[in-house]
């Protein structure tokens, strides 16, 4: 399928989504079908299944995958791409498979011959459903045969199968990712260059970057790090705009660390979990720190910075014109409903969001009422009217009527389990629901990035 040549003439949407975790054993009655046949074919097997539906703390099965791919069909109107933020593949992947599979050979290479064929039934969904728009993508942690972010063999198998989402590119395109098969293979980051926008697309791998990344070395992280650098220096110096995927944000994980505040709702720099974690060199490379450092010199070249993994819908602060919008998730696995974005951009003057519309799905309902429906408009939530106004600022100017605007703050956390907040945890590994107790952790979070102010924010909030 060829690409088409993107638009960015103002008005466009882009609709973007993120999470899906595809669980394709949610029919157990199916492996064997699906074992045995190429992925072309699995569309069609599917589709013949009488499985119950997809409920809250399950991952997503066919049906609402088809139920996602055809909503952001629908909403392409005139976009120029297609964002998607990491996670195709379901948790637990490697298990579910090996509790399945009970034939001869090498289950473990089996599994990866499995793995393999997912990723291309799904990028060819993906694909079919934004027509002929690129996809730009960013690698999640479950995007690997171990479950802890990707390997280098991973990401060898699978590289053209990730490559086909951003289409063909061919000469007489008006977009470039020169050395993608390089940065992919070697560490699962690129770039893409719209040159007729004057404008760079930076994917980053930030499993690497991240406490789930055990066995990321650390000369992946430097090698990163120094790639990230160079190009948006080299943007910086073209006076090129920057767009930036990541999958994990930068920050606090911030439902954990909820559940561990004490009685008085009061949390220890002890029990503050982070998102990333420092490169296991000689020195120590503070991962979060060289991050910030590198844009903290070209914050004002970027106009939209976008992340997932965290299924919820809610954003982070990073500088005063920098603000990082995270993508609830498709899978209802935390006890989130299916939800994604509509983003906006209606200023003349920059190709910067100013607006965005969220959709969710709501799990309660049955049959041909399950659909993605609106679900808010960012302006008329949150924030007056100013069509021309980034969304970057508007949210660093939100962040304190979150503490002081009731009616604000109630609509936050109403959305940010795209409207199911989960039941109380019955494990450490549940969602933590947010209440009046631990609600100043998650404000807290929002553009406290480091761990200290992050401490000191949450515990001297009023009570």
Same mark, same amino acid.
């Given at each position: 399928?060829?690409?088409?040549?993107?638009?960015?003439?103002?008005?466009?949407?882009?609709?973007?989504?993120?999470?899906?975790?595809?669980?394709?054993?949610?029919?157990?009655?199916?492996?064997?079908?699906?074992?045995?046949?190429?992925?072309?074919?699995?569309?069609?097997?599917?589709?013949?299944?009488?499985?119950?539906?997809?409920?809250?703390?399950?991952?997503?099965?066919?049906?609402?995958?088809?139920?996602?791919?055809?909503?952001?069909?629908?909403?392409?109107?005139?976009?120029?791409?297609?964002?998607?933020?990491?996670?195709?593949?379901?948790?637990?992947?490697?298990?579910?498979?090996?509790?399945?599979?009970?034939?001869?050979?090498?289950?473990?290479?089996?599994?990866?011959?499995?793995?393999?064929?997912?990723?291309?039934?799904?990028?060819?969904?993906?694909?079919?459903?934004?027509?002929?728009?690129?996809?730009?993508?960013?690698?999640?942690?479950?995007?690997?045969? #171990?479950? *802890?972010?990707? %390997? &280098?063999?991973?990401?060898? @198998? =699978?590289?053209?199968?990730?490559?086909?989402?951003?289409?063909? $590119?061919?000469?007489?395109?008006?977009?470039?990712?020169?050395?993608?098969?390089?940065?992919?293979?070697?560490?699962?980051?690129?770039?893409?260059?719209?040159?007729?926008?004057?404008?760079?697309?930076?994917?980053?791998?930030?499993?690497?970057?991240?406490?789930?990344?055990?066995?990321?070395?650390?000369?992946?992280?430097?090698?990163?790090?120094?790639?990230?650098?160079?190009?948006?220096?080299?943007?910086?110096?073209?006076?090129?705009?920057?767009?930036?995927?990541?999958?994990?944000?930068?920050? #606090?994980? *911030?439902?954990? %660390? &909820?559940?561990?505040?004490? @009685? =008085?709702?009061?949390?220890?720099?002890?029990?503050?979990?982070? $998102?990333?974690?420092?490169?296991?060199?000689?020195?120590?490379?503070?991962?979060?720190?060289?991050?910030?450092?590198?844009?903290?010199?070209?914050?004002?070249?970027?106009?939209?910075?976008?992340?997932?993994?965290?299924?919820?819908?809610?954003?982070?602060?990073?500088?005063?014109?920098?603000?990082?919008?995270?993508?609830?998730?498709?899978?209802?696995?935390?006890?989130?409903?299916?939800?994604?974005?509509?983003?906006?951009?209606?200023?003349?003057?920059?190709?910067?969001?100013?607006?965005?519309?969220?959709?969710?799905?709501?799990? &309660?309902?049955?049959?041909? @009422?399950?659909?993605?429906?609106?679900?808010?408009?960012?302006?008329?939530?949150?924030?007056?009217?100013?069509?021309?106004?980034?969304?970057?600022?508007?949210?660093?100017?939100?962040?304190?009527?979150?503490?002081?605007?009731?009616?604000?703050?109630?609509?936050?956390?109403?959305?940010?389990?795209?409207?199911?907040?989960?039941?109380?945890?019955?494990?450490?590994?549940?969602?933590?629901?947010?209440?009046?107790?631990?609600?100043?952790?998650?404000?807290?979070?929002?553009?406290?990035?480091?761990?200290?102010?992050?401490?000191?924010?949450?515990?001297?909030?009023?009570?």
């Amino acid at each position: 399928m060829e690409t088409s040549n993107p638009t960015f003439t103002t008005p466009f949407n882009i609709p973007v989504f993120s999470d899906l975790h595809f669980n394709p054993f949610f029919d157990p009655s199916l492996f064997s079908r699906l074992f045995n046949s190429p992925p072309e074919a699995w569309q069609g097997i599917f589709e013949s299944s009488t499985a119950p539906a997809v409920q809250w703390g399950e991952d997503t099965d066919y049906p609402l995958l088809r139920l996602t791919l055809d909503a952001v069909s629908l909403n392409l109107g005139t976009s120029p791409v297609v964002f998607y933020t990491g996670d195709l593949l379901g948790h637990n992947f490697a298990d579910q498979f090996k509790s399945l599979y009970s034939g001869p050979g090498n289950v473990d290479e089996l599994m990866e011959e499995f793995a393999n064929k997912t990723v291309s039934f799904l990028t060819e969904q993906i694909r079919a459903a934004a027509r002929n728009l690129p996809v730009l993508f960013t690698m999640g942690n479950c995007d690997s045969y #171990v479950g *802890l972010g990707p %390997t &280098a063999e991973y990401l060898s @198998a =699978n590289a053209a199968a990730y490559r086909s989402l951003l289409g063909p $590119m061919s000469p007489g395109s008006s977009i470039h990712c020169g050395n993608f098969d390089s940065t992919f293979k070697a560490g699962g980051y690129y770039a893409v260059d719209f040159p007729e926008m004057n404008l760079v697309i930076i994917s980053l791998n930030t499993i690497a970057f991240s406490t789930d990344a055990d066995k990321t070395t650390a000369q992946v992280v430097k090698n990163e790090l120094l790639w990230f650098k160079d190009q948006s220096m080299a943007a910086r110096a073209a006076g090129k705009r920057i767009w930036l995927l990541m999958h994990v944000p930068p920050g #606090v994980v *911030l439902s954990d %660390t &909820a559940g561990k505040i004490n @009685a =008085n709702g009061l949390i220890s720099a002890n029990d503050v979990s982070m $998102m990333w974690k420092d490169a296991n060199t000689n020195p120590p490379i503070d991962t979060q720190s060289a991050f910030l450092e590198i844009i903290s010199h070209m914050a004002s070249y970027i106009d939209l910075t976008l992340a997932g993994h965290t299924h919820m819908d809610e954003y982070r602060t990073m500088f005063i014109s920098n603000s990082l919008l995270i993508t609830p998730g498709i899978t209802p696995y935390f006890s989130n409903n299916p939800a994604f974005k509509i983003l906006n951009f209606n200023s003349p003057n920059g190709i910067w969001p100013t607006n965005y519309d969220a959709l969710n799905c709501d799990l &309660a309902a049955v049959g041909d @009422a399950r659909k993605f429906k609106p679900s808010y408009t960012f302006w008329k939530t949150y924030v007056k009217p100013s069509p021309e106004e980034a969304i970057d600022r508007s949210l660093r100017e939100l962040t304190p009527e979150l503490k002081t605007d009731a009616s604000r703050q109630q609509s936050y956390r109403e959305n940010y389990y795209s409207g199911h907040n989960p039941p109380p945890p019955t494990n450490n590994a549940d969602p933590v629901p947010i209440t009046d107790q631990n609600w100043p952790v998650f404000w807290s979070g929002i553009e406290n990035l480091d761990r200290e102010e992050f401490v000191e924010a949450a515990n001297d909030y009023p009570r």
